[in-house]
T-cell receptor, first 111, second 117 residues
Framework: DQQVKQNSPSLSVQEGRISILNCDYTNSMFDYFLWYKKYPAEGPTFLISISSIKDKNEDGRFTVFLNKSAKHLSLHIVPSQPGDSAVYFCAATSGTYKYIFGTGTRLKVLA | EAGVAQSPRYKIIEKRQSVAFWCNPISGHATLYWYQQILGQGPKLLIQ????????DSQLPKDRFSAERLKGVDSTLKIQPAKLEDSAVYLCASSSNTIREELYGYTFGSGTRLTVV
């Protein structure tokens, strides 16, 4: 049972444009959501998070939106840069420090 | 602060052989996790330690996988005997279990890439 889903395996975006990565979840008990970024041969690194009591969190070029009624979150990157090319995972937890990860979306930012 | 250290970085073994991975978490982090990431999938939790006790090992294939965290610091994950489907990246992560970890996740090591042939 895939509780966290990322339905787009890959995404290509021109440099300077907006990248939008999507994530859906099924468990209404999830109360924290995170996005991780992963470069080849490295472990995932934390990017941005959002609590279920919020619908938006912003950090520089990165914004995460949460729609609890739709059980959907998205990561917006504006403007996209070539260095943003990586695999992005969304993850969710119900407060147990045990994260359930999606399958990832490979973002390629074209110069 | 120093990050989560893992070794080896790469390992190739034949099926039915045994293999062990080592993890040294961030100093002072009480909680340690082992995740398995199969190519094309997201990381999946195998086992979670709190100090030297097991909190969750519900997804650990106990017939072939074992893990220990002696003295609540370093940890080893062992596979014996290995199967072809064990080919994956094995990630170790640690956290200090404060509210900050819920908002900032935990710190992963670079992983060990295992290839079983």
């Amino acid at each position: 049972d895939q509780q966290v889903k990322q339905n787009s395996p890959s995404l290509s975006v021109q440099e300077g444009r907006i990248s939008i990565l999507n994530c859906d979840y099924t468990n209404s008990m999830f109360d924290y959501f995170l996005w991780y970024k992963k470069y080849p041969a490295e472990g995932p690194t934390f990017l941005i998070s959002i609590s279920s009591i919020k619908d938006k969190n912003e950090d520089g070029r990165f914004t995460v939106f949460l729609n609890k009624s739709a059980k959907h979150l998205s990561l917006h990157i504006v403007p996209s840069q070539p260095g943003d090319s990586a695999v992005y995972f969304c993850a969710a937890t119900s407060g147990t420090y045990k994260y359930i990860f999606g399958t990832g979306t490979r973002l390629k930012v074209l110069a | 602060e120093a990050g989560v250290a893992q070794s080896p970085r790469y390992k190739i073994i034949e099926k039915r052989q045994s293999v062990a991975f080592w993890c040294n978490p961030i100093s002072g982090h009480a909680t340690l996790y082992w995740y398995q990431q199969i190519l094309g999938q997201g990381p999946k939790l195998l086992i979670q330690f709190q100090n030297n006790g097991v909190v969750d090992d519900s997804q650990l294939p106990k017939d072939r996988f074992s893990a220990e965290r002696l003295k609540g610091v370093d940890s080893t994950l062992k596979i014996q005997p290995a199967k072809l489907e064990d080919s994956a990246v094995y990630l170790c992560a640690s956290s200090s279990n404060t509210i900050r970890e819920e908002l900032y996740g935990y710190t992963f090591g670079s992983g060990t890439r295992l290839t079983v042939v």
